[in-house]
């Protein structure tokens, strides 16, 4: 206290005061910011987080806000307006807000300036005064989920109607913060999505697979789209889809069936089939099961693809085991909508007809080396018809002459045969003939004979001759009347009779003679004699 005036006397009670003016004053106002430090942590750029503050007025006198002041990249608040009076003990809300504008951390400050008034005990009040309060910031910018797509785009290229195709693609948040998928819509008619589970949520960089499937029930070219929906920089992302349906593979055989008519037991018919994929699709065939007894294929190299269009041609072969009608045919398995193709096989097993060879042995008798001799023979068909395929000869002395293989001799037909035997050297020769047929017996035929060596002929000659001084004679022959001639003896014969042992069966020879003296003159050729050799 300050003494101040003139002293001041309290009637009757003896004490003598100064006159005092006290100027001890109120305490001040005070401005108080809940909380007085704001973190914002992290925050996605393009986003923005608020805090809510209180402003509180903890004196008992009025406090006046007259200007907040923000500082710092992003930072803002909202709420508070200006000028804005506080009475004692007053409270008052706002917001502040964080709008990163780049990535990283920042800080900055919010300042409050206010006024106050003081007053005094005893007295009016005095002049007003000031002051700041302060509220730090901070906050960190991080850039926002980035959703793409691996593979940007799918497409599904020739799928048979009726099948499907699967596709796989990747979600991949390449932002550096979290987002969330909340919605994936398709369109385009055949597709579906599958192992997508929404909503979804990708950490930073991290990734989720999923399936796209086009299923066409119709042919033809058709577009969509799956459009993801996410809370990242890029809400809307789009996957485009195409697809090319096509119609499946068709196989078709050509003819439908194979009927093989009557077919003796014993031999064989074949016929020619074929497989075409009439669809738009490649056809793998991948087994064809022959059923049926005495029928058979060849021709198909399973497993085989056949293109749209592509056929292949097969071997089908019906060798019936009895005489009976018999069914059957092959099924062909493959990929295509039919997957079982199947081609019904006919046919009738006809009984084996019979041969009869007449006589059942020939004997040809005495046949002299060098010459031949022929019988007649006939080979018959009975109960069917009978193809003869060869004939068989295991000697080469016999021949059978005057026919051609293959050959069929008709039901109650013969055909005439011919046989003969050349014997090649003396002595006695047999062999058998044997045919090969589809007949249900094989009937043979013995062939003898004998050979005889031929008959030595020889040319005798004499001729006369009375000139003197002859000493010998030579011996001319020839093949042709009137020569040439080529001398036979190898000297001087010296009678007038010659013998020739060297002709042969069957030739005509002409000979001539000469006279030689004894001075070696030799005469001029006789006259011509002729000698025909019988056969043999």
């Not at 503050?53 to 200006?82: D, H, K, P, R, Y």
């Not at 050959?407 to 011919?418: F, N």
């Not at 050979?451 to 004499?462: F, K, N, T």
Request: one cysteine or more.
């Amino acid at each position: 206290m300050k003494r101040l005036g003139s002293p001041w006397t309290c009637a009757g009670c003896g004490l003598v005061l100064w006159n005092v003016l006290l100027f001890a004053a109120t305490a001040a106002g005070q401005l108080a910011v809940s909380p007085s430090i704001v973190s914002f942590s992290s925050v996605q750029m393009g986003s923005s987080v608020s805090q809510s503050m209180v402003l509180s007025n903890t004196a008992n006198s009025n406090l006046t806000i007259s200007q907040a002041t923000v500082s710092g990249n992003g930072f803002s608040i909202s709420g508070l307006g200006m000028p804005l009076t506080l009475a004692a003990g007053q409270n008052a809300s706002f917001t502040a807000i964080f709008a990163p504008q780049s990535s990283g951390s920042t800080s900055g400050s919010l300042s409050l300036s206010y006024s106050f008034l003081k007053i005094k005990t005893h007295g009016k009040g005095s002049p007003s005064s000031t002051g700041t309060a302060t509220v730090s910031l901070t906050g960190t910018g991080i850039t926002p989920g980035q959703l793409t797509s691996n593979p940007s785009g799918l497409n599904f290229a020739n799928v048979p109607v009726g099948s499907s195709q699967t596709q796989s693609a990747t979600l991949t948040n390449s932002g550096a913060s979290s987002l969330t998928v909340s919605q994936a819509t398709l369109t385009g008619t055949g597709f579906t999505v599958s192992s997508l589970a929404l909503p979804l949520t990708l950490g930073a960089g991290q990734s989720a697979s999923f399936s796209l499937v086009f299923a066409p029930q119709s042919a033809g070219s058709v577009s969509g789209n799956v459009a993801f929906t996410s809370d990242a920089s890029n809400p809307t992302m789009n996957l485009p889809l195409s697809g090319n349906a096509i119609m499946p593979g068709q196989l078709t055989a050509n003819p439908a069936s194979l009927a093989f008519g009557s077919v003796q037991v014993g031999s064989s018919l074949t016929l020619m089939d074929s497989l075409t994929n009439t669809g738009g699709a490649s056809v793998t065939i991948s087994q064809a099961t022959v059923t049926g007894a005495g029928f058979s294929i060849s021709g198909l190299n399973l497993p085989l693809v056949l293109n749209p269009g592509a056929s292949v041609t097969f071997s089908a072969v019906f060798a019936p085991p009895s005489a009976a009608n018999i069914s059957g045919g092959i099924t062909v398995s493959s990929d295509v909508s039919n997957p079982t193709l199947a081609v019904p096989f006919s046919g009738t097993g006809t009984a084996q007809g019979q041969l009869t060879l007449t006589p059942t042995a020939l004997d040809f008798g005495s046949v002299t080396v060098g010459t031949n001799i022929s019988q007649a023979s006939s080979l018959s068909a009975s109960g069917a018809s009978v193809t003869v395929s060869s004939a068989s000869l295991s000697s080469v002395e016999f021949s059978l002459t005057g026919v051609s293989f293959p050959l069929t001799i008709a039901a109650g037909q013969s055909l005439p045969l011919t046989l003969t035997f050349a014997p090649q050297a003396s002595g006695t020769a047999s062999t058998m003939l044997s045919f090969t047929s589809n007949a249900s017996n094989a009937p043979t035929e013995i062939l003898s004979g004998d050979g005889i060596a031929p008959p030595q002929h020889s040319v005798s000659l004499s001729w006369t001759d009375a000139g003197p001084g002859i000493v010998g004679y030579n011996v001319y022959r020839g093949n042709v009347s009137g020569g040439p001639y080529t001398r036979i003896n190898s000297a001087l014969n010296a009678t007038a009779a010659y013998g020739d042992d060297s002709v042969l069966a069957g030739q005509t020879y002409y000979y001539v003679t000469t006279a030689v003296d004894g001075s070696g003159v030799e005469s001029a050729y006789s006259n011509e004699a002729q000698a025909v050799i019988p056969s043999p």
